[in-house]
């Protein structure tokens, strides 16, 4: 049974940082991609990062330069540290494990999902 859990979340102020984990299990964890997600109230769930089993990192243009996403094969984990964040980063955060060997940013392209954390970033 894979099983994602996700914490790191909560309130921060304009400007400041979180890290995000996702903790996996069930799966191998190096033979997989792991993406980020995230979902504002009333809105789709966007692509935020992936890190491909390659370490191939993307992102999407709105967090590049203060988002960076790493993983760690021997924790099963994956990370998202998000600096310089902003009120519009305010969103539950979902991480996602992709058999993809070249996952990108579809939601469809993911194959399990954890519960999500919430991020609040306060003005």
């Known amino acids: 049974q894979v099983q994602l859990v996700e914490s790191g979340g909560g309130l921060v102020q304009a400007g400041g940082s979180l890290r995000l984990s996702c903790a996996a299990s069930?799966?191998?964890?190096?033979?997989?991609?792991m993406g980020w997600f995230r979902q504002a109230p009333g809105k789709e769930r966007e692509f935020v990062a992936v890190?491909?089993?390659?370490?191939?990192?993307n992102y999407a243009d709105f967090v590049k330069g203060r988002f960076t996403v790493s993983r760690d094969n021997v924790r099963n984990t994956v990370y998202l540290q998000m600096n310089s964040l902003k009120p519009e980063d305010t969103a539950v955060y979902y991480c996602a494990a992709s058999l993809m060997v070249v996952p990108n940013t579809s939601p469809h392209e993911y194959d399990y999902w954890g519960q999500g954390t919430q991020v609040t970033v306060s003005s």
């Open positions: 890190i491909r089993r390659s370490t191939v990192t």
């Open positions: 069930g799966l191998t964890f190096s033979r997989v991609g």
